[in-house]
């Protein structure tokens, strides 16, 4: 069991647990929490080395480095682990985000120890649902990596945070009640032979046994589900409250990661599993997601809260995600993966930074603070950059992500693709819009508050945390067809054959 | 030849932009300066010599046995596939265009570099605050001008597009803490923005259905000689997807007009084309040397050059064509009778270029094969490329004395030609070039785009014509204004005005130079639109050369009259017909227009509706559900009243329910 | 004329009904004890006819019915010491005074 | 007759033997002596719960006796052993109670009381035959109300007994009344003889047997509280002493669903789709959905946890349907989960009680700060009731759910629906409870920093290890599995 690399990505945060409950005092948690997500990173790139030189050797199974291990027999719950480029990609940014996150929460108070105990056992959700193909053990993971939040915005947070946390964790409970059923549903007709019932993904789209009936009560169930984590419009408004409430490292981890399980799993079960389904129900969710990408958008445009403005242009970005996912094909997809990836990290930049001018300003509101650019350069610049990426510049990942959305979508040649798509490639105005209007008032123009003058710029570990990301964001935006090449590979395989994708 | 120059042309000003970005701070003002100045001049010298190598080599891949020109890809590298043909490269195309285009482009840049040296400091020789920056961000826009110029797809375009979108924002926003840069940036990078998802839908169309970006590939179209060595099997393939009737017709127009329509949409934007422009006369809060590079000489013109790329293609449906042709045509008679009434130099000077690039929109609008072998394109080249040179010299002798005054607002400047001696030559004849008088550079390129205006028709003819009066009148008010009129009194506190030292002088009087002598190029040998060479004094038509300097003579003198003296004459006109003075001078109220509708019908109608209807409705019904539930649960706290025989009432109740329910539901 | 078994029921099924009734009606609680006894009384009444006149051939009912006769004194007499505990603390034994835990 | 037969009924007769040392040491010890009676019974019901796990006991199959009227297999083996180790950690966490100055006097009686309901238990979960079952669904009731009325000095001890006694007798006058229709339409009380004869019976006998099946549920929902039936839970929850309330709330319950079972399945099995399907889908849904609309308001934790275990009895419920191996084995490993979780926290509020005598949820404002890990069992323990991963509470439900669905019908799905819906509101009030402790500020009324008793903490470390252990190490369920089946 533990010759499987992929292991580690759960005993990693385990042992970082227990390292964490032993800490005495400040330093050693930092020590524990920067080494740990430091070897997690460490670990992913390996796995992107290794996953690359397989598939490099010629091994075309769906999934590498799968294993399986039984755990309740009886139910055929197995503990499955396997990864194909996707996983790999979303391994990659959970953990850079966790150790920018890490590095973001340097100076956390009060009750440190506590905060990252439950940041920790976050990610540990995290790192398994992405390495899991047993729909059980994901499950699982997928609500240990949910109700952290709730005391992770209820003791840190800051502003409305009672409301927020019971709000967001409620929510998300409400998805995966859906979830949950509609993953019983789908393990009952997971085989023709009742004796073969399994939770395996790999089996369960192999036998394909899940009559089309069926599938069109499981696909909402789990599609609506996964959505809600995903932001899907009208079930994102835990996200804006959420985001508000929740602090750095919080919302970091939450809209870089946490919202990209509900895509993932958006695609991973729900249309993968039920292909057909998704092909003939995927009008209904576009629509959908076509309202919240531009939806967000606007509403981004009139608020004044930094976090809003973030959490909203999040519905928008995310409803990219889910709205090219149900494109479904292969450019649109692939498209889709990467604005998770770039969404990810631009949003974790983001978050980052606003906590650290939150928490020099002690105000998040755009009509309060001006003229930062002069007062703190480096943040200035870095928010910059970050808005750069999120309104889609050229070398930044945005850009690259969305423009494979589009071309992606615009294969559909029938009206109604063609309107959606051009709907959602109105976003990009909008974004502009938001963005430089954020960046005019906030950063630009004449100081607003002389109290700010005597405000220090970054940190070095805030510097660490903000270059990492811009980092990362850059090098998706240089070299995409690396990444690209890694995703498309899932999708250019046969098993979407079935709704004659391309 | 060799790929190594043409990436160092692309990769020396990236590097310094990165280099001055990052370590700028930690480096004396005076360095940067002198680095950023040198990185430019090296990148001149090298796309000197591309240029040259290209035109005049004669080796086969640039030229054939015939001394036609030839399309040639230096390099070509994939940076993202999307399916197996449509894949965004990374390349360098050479063609007559771009090889020009990396001239004109070097060549202000440098001077703007060399120019910036003097100006962006004080009299005192003090820099400016961010000195070092305004040395990356140039260098930042030179490349991605350079980039978008040689793309060899109409993706890559996009792409360096978008990169001098951001770069523009960041050069008119340097002054970031006055509010009105911060905001001229905003509108700028907004409207083009806006624009650019029209050039974007149109990319999407047109590669959907002709399924490669290439442009060596779309624009493979034989129409008259094909001479450009590229696949006819694309140029066919083309024109059968567009002349297949399956390819859907969309509000009358065929698909092919619209993606053309929409990518020019892209062009109008950057190119500040009617009702577009809005963005480029507030752009002039930008520093005077990053007007004159950027908005004067060489990003306005990315639409034209974009138009031109894709010029055969836009034969194939004529109908986009008549579409620039009357856009050109309105813009520039708007922007020509505004110039007439502004106050501010710069103003002046930045709704002149937008009736210049109208100007050069219109010739190729008109541009056909039939006519002279389509002159107008080559006209528009040729104007591209003066227009560039004289219009970066007005805007550096404004700079100059803006400089020297300190005010944009030539109220507090007149009759300065005897302070600023230089300045004045050199703007005397950079008026005289684009009031279009022989033998200066202007008077030959707007010649061949007002013969190929009549070629199509006279209509275009006459109407250009006025403009081209009405540009040596508002040329020559400003600059009688500014130098003559009256004595120039110096303000108390403020020295004598004087020219400036030599980074600024140097570059004005180079540039001069070439406008005396650049209308002398032969332009024909070196571009046309199919790379038929061909001696276009062959097409110079004396009739029309003559009226239009005519034209131009009287329109000057009108401004003489008007106010080479201070006299009441130009309040009498003002006072003559005040409706029309003040639409000029108000702009004829575009900006109140979008104000509007930016303001009160997007943000207050659309944002604020939408965001109350997430916080109250949707919100709201979330909200709404765990209200329920709490009412519900004090709504039944009766059952729990803790007496027992209203306990035992509920527990039969509930015996009896449950027993004869199943009984009525089993009979 | 002969006794059919409907003679036994019909009365045990009133004395049930009559129990139901005062245990919901009375106050006084030693008064729904005896309510309650009625209750049960009815249930062993049917037991016992009900293995008369239909089941003669086994004993269960009759069994059954000492059985609940016993187990019916027993929780009488545990119920009386609790309502004598309620008349200590309470000081009296009407039904009404004991409802002081509610909602 | 064959007396060997009794050595079928080997727990119950050392469970006798068990009490009836306890009941002699009781009375023959000096006043002293008697302090250690408690230490004695939980070390002699530690052994006896060992005794239950020896392959002996367990046997390999069914096995009857007296004519049928009592069965045992390692199924009820297994449900016995369950409710023993949730006996034996009543037993642990109550000793620091019956310690203190007012319960000594009472030396042993408690523990006696206790045992002798576990004997009725026993009896009514192998039972075969009505006549036993009632006598065991008596004995083990009528203990409690003496139990209940423990607390001498406090009212509401009293008050709550009178309720219990009372409604009790009630609804086992109507459960009785249920089975005299049953006897007299079936002319049997033996549980086969009964399900034997419903082939043959008519249909308008099929009715009654309906209505009577009716009074027969309503007696069982009464000792699990099924919603319209549990409104007695509340008030009696409140007023129990907290140990008392503990063992009400899960070994009574655990032994009432587990002989539910048996008689829906084994007695009534062949009316399953056409009677009591549809009621059994009413009574889970009212239980859940009250239940937690209930407990949304409570403020006093007791009560609080009595309308919660109402909705978790429903969620046991859910086991019953869909008659499989696979559901009995769910609905056992619930009830173990669901000892663990609630004697948790009933543990950690007995700690506190015992300790300050405080027991509302505003003072448990800011426990984190005072009594860290006091606030994090507590934690544990509303995690695992809510069902959050990787708490055992998750598998349990989990669990419960597949096997329900098993049955496969769409209404079965919709009911699962309704159920998942309800855990949204069940975490809620599970929140408030962590909300109290971690995230408001303490304030006067916080409980201060104490030092909980011995035996109160072991109590808890088995509890917690319970509630990490039992869902992840797959062993408890596996094994569960593989006894169980009809």
Known sequence: MFSNILIYFVVIPVIMLAGLALCRNIKQIRAVAVTGSLALTALSIYLLVDYLGLRAAGHTEQMLFTGAWDWFKPLHIQLAVGVDGISVAMLILSSIILLTGSFASWKINPLPKEFFLWLILLSTGVFGFFISIDLFTMFMFYEVALIPMYLLIGVWGSGNKNYSAMKLTLMLMGGSAFLMLGLIGIYYHSSANPETLTWNLLEISQNGAISKGWQYFLFPMTFVGFGVLGAMFPFHTWSPDGHASAPTAVSMLHAGVLMKLGGYGCFRVAIYLMPEAANDLAWIFLILTGISVVYGAFSACVQTDLKYINAYSSVSHCGLVLFAILMLNTTAMTGAIMQMLSHGLMTALFFALIGMIYGRTHTRDITKMGGLMKIMPFLAVCYVIAGMASLGLPGLSGFVAEMTIFVGSFEHADMFHRVFTIVACCSIVITAVYILRVVGKLLLGPVQDEHHLKLTDAEWWERTATVTLIISVAAIGCFPNFFADLIRWTFSSDIFSVIGMN | ?667 | MDITILYYLVPSLIMFCCGVYGFITRRNMIAMLISLELMLNAVDINFVVFNRFLYPENMEGMFFTLFAIAIAAAETALAIAIIINVFRSAKNISVSDLSKMKH | MDYSQFLAMKQEISLLVLFLLVFLSDTFASNRGCKTIGGLTCVLFGLFTLWGFCPVVIGSDTVTAFEGMYETSPAIVAIKNILNVGVLIVLIQSLKWTASENQVIRRGEFYELLLLTLFGMYLMMSGRHFLVFVIGLECASLPLAAMVAFNKHRYESHEAAAKYILTAVFSSAVLLMGLSFVYGLTGSLYYGHIADSMFSASTSNIVMLVVALAFVISGLGFKLSLVPFHLWTADVYQGAPTSVTSYLSVISKGSAAFAFLVILWQVFGQVYSEAWEWMLYALIILTITIGNLFAIRQQNLKRFLAFSSISQAGYIMLGIIGDNAMGEAALMFYILVYIFSNLAAFGVIGAIENNCGKVSMTDYNGLYKTNPRLAVTMMLAMFSLAGIPPFAGFFSKFFIFTSAINQGSVAIYVLVLIALINTIISLYYYLLVVKAMFIKEEDEFTVAPFRSALTERIGMWVCVAGILGLGLVSWFYDSLLSVVGF
Request: include cysteine.
């Open chain 2, 1 to 667: 030849m060799e790929a190594t120059i043409p990436v160092l042309i692309l990769a020396i000003p990236l590097f310094m932009f990165l280099f001055l970005g990052l370590l700028g701070k930690f480096m004396s003002h005076k360095m940067a300066g002198i680095l950023g100045t040198a990185g430019m001049g090296v990148t001149l010298l090298l796309a000197y010599f591309t240029a040259y190598v290209y035109f005049f080599s004669g080796t086969p891949e640039f030229v054939d046995a015939a001394g036609n020109r030839l399309q040639f890809v230096v390099f070509n590298v994939d940076w993202l596939q999307f399916y197996e043909n449509l894949v965004i490269r990374l390349g360098f195309l050479l063609d007559p265009i771009s090889a020009m285009m990396l001239v004109v482009i070097t060549t202000i840049s440098f001077m703007v570099h060399l120019y910036s040296n003097g100006y962006m400091r004080d009299h005192h020789g003090v820099y400016e605050h961010g000195f070092q920056r305004i040395y990356a961000f140039l260098a930042l826009f030179s490349f991605s001008m350079l980039g978008l110029v040689v793309a060899t797809n109409i993706f890559q375009m996009y792409i360096f597009w978008e990169l001098v979108g951001a770069s523009s924002y960041l050069l008119i926003g340097f002054y970031y803490v006055k509010p009105s840069a911060v905001s001229a940036s905003k509108k700028a990078f907004i409207v083009t923005r806006f624009a650019d998802l029209g050039f974007l839908i149109g990319i999407l169309i047109l590669s959907y259905y002709t399924g490669t970006f290439s442009f060596t590939d779309l624009t493979s179209v034989n129409v008259a000689t094909d001479t450009f060595a590229v696949n006819l099997g694309t140029a066919d393939h083309i024109k059968n997807i567009f002349a297949n009737s399956a390819v859907p017709v969309f509000m009358g127009g065929s698909v092919l007009t619209w993606a053309l329509v929409l990518i020019f949409m892209g062009g109008m934007g950057k190119s500040a084309m009617l009702p577009l422009h809005i963005w480029l006369p507030d752009a002039m809060e930008g520093p005077t040397p990053v007007s004159a590079l950027i908005h004067a000489a060489t990003m306005v013109v990315a639409g034209v050059y974009l138009v031109a790329r894709l010029f055969p293609l836009y034969l194939m449906e004529t109908t986009a064509l008549e579409i620039i042709t009357v856009v050109g045509a309105v813009t520039a008679l708007y922007a020509a009778m505004v110039a007439c009434t502004q106050l501010d130099i710069k103003r002046v000077l930045a709704f002149s270029t937008i009736s210049q690039i109208a100007f050069m929109m219109v010739s190729l609008g008109v541009a056909r094969p039939e006519f002279h072998e389509g002159l107008g394109y080559m006209a528009s080249m040729f104007h591209l490329f003066t227009h560039a040179m004289f219009k970066a010299l007005l805007f550096l002798c404004a700079g100059a004395i803006i400089h020297a005054v300190g005010s944009n607002d030539y109220t507090s400047m007149h009759g300065l030609r005897k302070h600023m001696p230089v300045t004045h030559i050199t703007f005397l004849i950079g008026c005289l070039a684009i009031a279009g008088i022989i033998p200066f550079s202007g008077f030959f390129s707007k010649d061949e785009i007002l013969s190929s205006c009549l070629g199509h028709g006279w209509v275009p003819y006459v109407w250009m014509s006025f403009v081209a009066g009405l540009t040596a009148f508002y040329m020559f008010r400003l600059y009688f204004l500014i130098f003559w009129w009256k004595e120039h009194k110096v303000p108390q506190g403020h020295h004598q005005p004087h020219d400036q030292a030599w980074p600024m002088t140097v570059p004005l009087v180079i540039l001069a130079a070439i406008t005396c002598v650049a209308g002398f190029i032969p332009f024909g040998k070196l571009v046309s639109w199919d790379g038929v060479s061909y001696d276009f004094m062959a097409h110079f038509d004396w009739s029309v050369a003559s009226v239009s300097l005519l034209v131009a003579v009287v329109a000057i003198l009108i401004a003489m009259k008007m106010y080479m003296k201070e006299n009441p004459l130009p309040e009498k006109m003002r006072n003559a017909l005040p409706a029309l003075w003040t639409w000029c001078y108000h702009r004829f109220y575009w900006d109140e227009l979008y104000m509007f509708i930016t303001h009160k019908i997007i943000f207050n109608g659309i944002c604020r509706p939408i965001a109350w209807f997430d916080r109250h409705i949707i919100d709201g019904t979330m909200d709404g559900f765990a209200y329920v539930t709490n009412k519900a649960s004090y709504a039944i706290r009766g059952l729990q009243s803790g007496k027992i025989q209203m306990y035992v009432w509920v527990y039969l109740i509930g015996v009896l329910l449950l027993g004869l329910v199943t009984a009525i539901c089993l009979l």
